[in-house]
Nanobody, 115 residues
Framework: QVQLKESGGGLVQAGGSLRLSCAASGSIFQIVNMGWYRQAPGNQRELVSIITWAGNTNYGDSVRGRFTISRNNAKDTTYLQMNSLKPEDTAVYYC?????????WGQGTQVTVSS
């Protein structure tokens, strides 16, 4: 069984920064990528960023240039540094883990950006 533990969400003013972390544990076998998705009320879940275990990254258009994803392979952990936050970044952020055996999701962490 695979568990994803997210941390780092919270309330921040517009223009501020937050750093999310996601640590994977359990029966992990050959990670393909880890990443972050988000879902705001009334909206579909959307890609924020993903990083492959080789270090290749991809970003959603709305966060490119403001957010940076990174990973620590030894700790099976990924980080999302979020700068210049905007009220429209307010959402529940979900960690995702893709392995050759399947896809796993975290419980989500709330990020709220006040104007």
């Amino acid at each position: 069984q695979v568990q994803l533990k997210e941390s780092g969400g919270g309330l921040v003013q517009a223009g501020g920064s937050l750093r999310l972390s996601c640590a994977a544990s359990g029966s992990i076998f050959q990670i393909v990528n880890m990443g972050w998705y988000r879902q705001a009320p009334g909206n579909q879940r959307e890609l924020v960023s993903i990083i492959t275990w080789a270090g290749n990254t991809n970003y959603g258009d709305s966060v490119r240039g403001r957010f940076t994803i990174s990973r620590n392979n030894a700790k099976d952990t990924t980080y999302l540094q979020m700068n210049s936050l905007k009220p429209e970044d307010t959402a529940v952020y979900y960690c995702s883990l893709q392995t050759i055996r399947g896809e796993y999701w975290g419980q989500g962490t709330q990020v709220t950006v006040s104007s």
